[in-house]
């Protein structure tokens, strides 16, 4: 598949920003929050303006509150995902994309939503595999830009018990403690089973209609559709699939979430139709008992 022609990649201008940034004096911010902040922005709600995201509250709010810890496990700062965002908010500000006042209130809303997104990041409930599995590695001192590391990793990760897994999912300081709802049982487990099938399957999603603006575009000029989609689809689902994997890959661990789907499935399982019906029926006895 030819990415030109399907323009499945967010192609953001995070270089041009932080370089005006610098220009200003502004705060550093880490390149990889900027990429990531833009990326996301990109494949959101929002418009597009000369190659930037355009921000408004809703969609600071899908950013930091809804969409971020669904794919992000940071490697420092937290926070630095909102002062990228703040970057973004005083670019448009000197571009006369927004007036004073909406800079001002703009900032307070990061600064809210970046408070929250840092608790987001710490609630088990939360989290997907690749950034559980992102965790232990780092935890476990692995070289992450090491696949054969990370392999060896995981395969001794898969010789533990269910027991010892869970042990281990437990002493993760960056995760919040759980005295409740079962801890790191089969109930949690499912639970992130469905949240990573739902992120994912969300961003592929997101990824196809990028690619569809896209092509929308050389319709309107009258040029040929790709090659790509002229009678392959099953071929553009799959440059979808592995392109997805690879972006959650940049913002855990890279090539770690293609590793969890395809060669170790049994260490990050996705519950498939009947295990999830009979998961929720689970929750709706437990939720009718309590009652």
């Known amino acids: 598949m030819n990415d030109d ?6 192609r953001t201008r995070a270089d041009d920003l932080l ?38 509250s809703p969609v600071v709010e899908q950013l930091l509150y809804e969409r971020i810890y669904l794919y992000v496990q940071p490697a420092a700062d937290p926070g630095a995902y909102g002062r990228a965002v703040g970057l973004l908010i005083d670019r448009q500000r ?3 994309r927004l007036n004073a006042k909406r800079q001002e209130r703009l900032h307070a809303e990061v600064d809210w939503q970046g408070e929250l997104l840092c608790g987001l990041l710490r609630q088990p409930h939360l ?3 690749p950034r559980l599995y992102t965790l232990l590695l780092r935890a476990a001192g692995v070289d992450t830009t090491d696949e054969a590391a990370v392999r060896a990793w995981l395969d001794g990760f898969r010789d533990l018990t269910p027991e010892q897994r869970a042990e281990a999912y437990g002493a993760l300081t960056e ?9 790191w049982g089969r109930t949690r487990l499912i639970s992130i089973g469905m949240a990573t ?17 896209n092509l929308a575009g050389l319709n309107a000029l009258g040029l040929p559709m790709p090659d790509e989609l002229s ?26 979430p293609a590793l969890l789907v395809h060669e170790y499935p049994d260490l990050a399982p996705e519950p498939g139709t009947e295990e999830i019906e009979a998961y929720l029926a689970e929750q709706a006895e437990r939720t009718a008992a309590e009652e």
């Open 5 to 10: 022609d399907l323009r499945l990649s967010p």
């Open 94 to 96: 000197a571009a006369r």
């Open 197 to 213: 099938d739902g992120a994912r399957l969300l961003l592929e999603n997101r990824l196809m209609q990028r690619s569809y603006r």
């Open 231 to 256: 009678g392959d689809f099953d071929g553009f689902e799959a440059a979808v699939a592995e392109e997805a994997l690879r972006l959650i890959g940049e913002w855990t661990v890279p090539g770690l």
């Open 175 to 183: 995760l919040d403690e759980i005295d409740a709802d079962g801890g």
């Open 127 to 129: 989290v997907t595999w």
């Open 19 to 56: 370089a005006w940034a610098a220009d200003q004096g502004l705060e550093p911010v880490p390149v990889e929050a900027v990429r990531t902040v833009l990326a996301l922005l990109e494949l959101g709600d929002g418009r597009m303006h000369d190659g930037y995201p355009e921000l408004s």
